[in-house]
């Protein structure tokens, strides 16, 4: 198992400029998330989807877009980036078995950057 | 709401020192605990985990206690060594329609040196 794969590795984008961050995973996980990593603030739940067809906004959706057609994809959008923005975005995943408890497995991470 | 609060780093140990990362939450309900390690360059994974109170989560010689009464999930290593050096992460998931998400702490960057 590839377990949760993100790409790209690294981005920079112009203000305005949208682009799409790639999350995959192969272990047949229902519960899908976004988080972004910012210094002295940990990470911050952007949105997450509980299975294909339905997603749900966290903390900070405002300027994100997701979608979640299969199991295995949950890209994220960036409509018009902003300098805000920048970070660094993970991905997780982990099983949803109803009231259980849950490990969530991390991509390595996407550094984006906006001038 | 739900927070978490984890002692104020960065933290820089000799080698064979004993560790001690301070974490302490605000929930509803009974939340799980969680430590998460970075190091660097990669992604998160899961440290060491506690689902109820006075629980005890366990791994790699790193070690934390759910407590409910004082609301805290210290981690505690009795011999640091120069590859623990990374950032750790609490957290905390709440019951109910909250589960998988995940609420952090601002982490604690730990740098060991020989």
């Known amino acids: 198992n590839a377990g949760v794969t993100q790409t790209p590795k690294f981005q920079v984008l112009k203000t305005g400029q949208s682009m799409t961050l790639q999350c995959a995973q192969d272990m047949n996980h229902e519960y899908m998330s976004w988080y972004r990593q910012d210094p002295g603030m940990g990470l911050r739940l952007i949105h997450y989807s509980v299975g294909a067809g339905i997603t749900d906004q966290g903390e900070v959706p405002n300027g994100y877009n997701v979608s979640r057609s299969t199991t295995e994809d949950f890209p994220l959008r960036l409509l018009s980036a902003a300098p805000s923005q920048t970070s660094v975005y993970f991905c997780?995943?982990?099983?949803?078995?109803?009231?259980?408890?849950?490990?969530?497995?991390f991509g390595p991470g996407t550094r984006l950057t906006v001038t | 709401g739900n927070s978490v609060t984890q002692m104020e780093g960065p933290v820089t140990l000799s080698e064979e020192a004993f560790l001690t990362i301070n974490c302490t939450y605000t929930?509803?309900?009974?939340?799980?605990l969680f430590w998460y390690v970075q190091y660097p360059g990669e992604g998160l994974q899961l440290l060491l985990k506690?689902?109820?109170?006075?629980d005890k989560g366990s791994n790699k010689g790193f070690e934390a206690t759910y407590r409910k009464e004082t609301t805290s999930f210290h981690l505690e290593k009795g011999s640091v060594q120069v590859s623990d050096s990374a950032v750790y992460f609490c957290?905390?998931?709440?019951?109910?329609?909250?589960?998988?998400?995940?609420?952090f702490g601002q982490g604690t960057i730990l740098t060991v040196h020989p």
């Open positions: 957290a905390l998931l709440a019951g109910g329609t909250s589960y998988g998400k995940l609420t």
């Open positions: 929930a509803t309900g009974y939340p799980s």
């Open positions: 997780a995943s982990s099983l949803s078995t109803g009231t259980g408890l849950y490990e969530q497995y």
């Open positions: 506690a689902t109820k109170a006075d």
